[in-house]
């Protein structure tokens, strides 16, 4: 679907005008520009991600890493990267932890973050039912 297709669909669905369906879809862009302007990750440059999490008295049981993927023109997710957090501070059962990332590929990408027990009684940590995953 190319451009004047779209605002003649546009137009259509809202029972407005050609010209009027052109002005929301421009207005919309506009907006939706500006918006990822503000969340700009740039290729090559390197970022600081910090979290702060509650063990809740696990001492030390939770992992992190930063899980960054892309989809192929097929349609399939593809892992690009897995990054661990490494604990850099520790109060009380407030555990910091903090990654470096940087991605070196330009691109479309997805950043997630997944936490995990850690205990070396556990042979398959993804497998196990206590994997969150977060944005």
Same mark, same amino acid.
């Given at each position: 679907?190319?451009? /004047?297709?779209?605002? #003649?669909?546009? #137009?259509? &669905?809202?029972?407005?005008?050609?010209?009027?369906? %052109? *002005? #929301?879809?421009?207005? =919309?862009?506009?907006? $939706?520009?500006?918006?990822?302007?503000?969340? !700009?990750?740039?290729?090559?440059?390197?970022?600081?991600?910090?979290?702060?999490? @509650?063990?809740?008295?696990?001492? @030390?049981?939770?992992?992190? %890493?930063?899980? +960054? /993927?892309?989809? +192929?023109? @097929?349609?399939? &997710?593809?892992?690009?990267?897995?990054?661990? =957090?490494?604990?850099? *501070?520790?109060?009380?059962?407030?555990?910091?932890? &903090? $990654?470096?990332?940087?991605?070196?590929? #330009?691109?479309? =990408?997805?950043?997630?973050?997944?936490?995990?027990?850690?205990?070396?009684?556990?042979?398959?940590?993804? !497998? =196990?039912?206590? $994997?969150?995953?977060?944005?």
């Amino acid at each position: 679907m190319n451009k /004047t297709e779209l605002v #003649a669909a546009i #137009a259509e &669905q809202a029972e407005i005008s050609k010209k009027d369906a %052109e *002005k #929301a879809l421009k207005a =919309f862009t506009d907006v $939706v520009a500006e918006e990822l302007k503000k969340g !700009d990750i740039e290729s090559g440059k390197e970022y600081t991600i910090t979290y702060v999490i @509650d063990e809740k008295g696990l001492n @030390d049981a939770v992992g992190l %890493e930063l899980v +960054t /993927t892309y989809t +192929t023109a @097929d349609g399939k &997710q593809h892992v690009y990267s897995v990054e661990p =957090f490494n604990v850099i *501070k520790k109060e009380g059962d407030l555990y910091t932890f &903090q $990654v470096k990332h940087s991605l070196s590929n #330009a691109g479309s =990408f997805k950043v997630s973050y997944r936490m995990f027990p850690k205990n070396p009684e556990l042979p398959h940590r993804q !497998d =196990f039912c206590y $994997v969150r995953w977060f944005v």
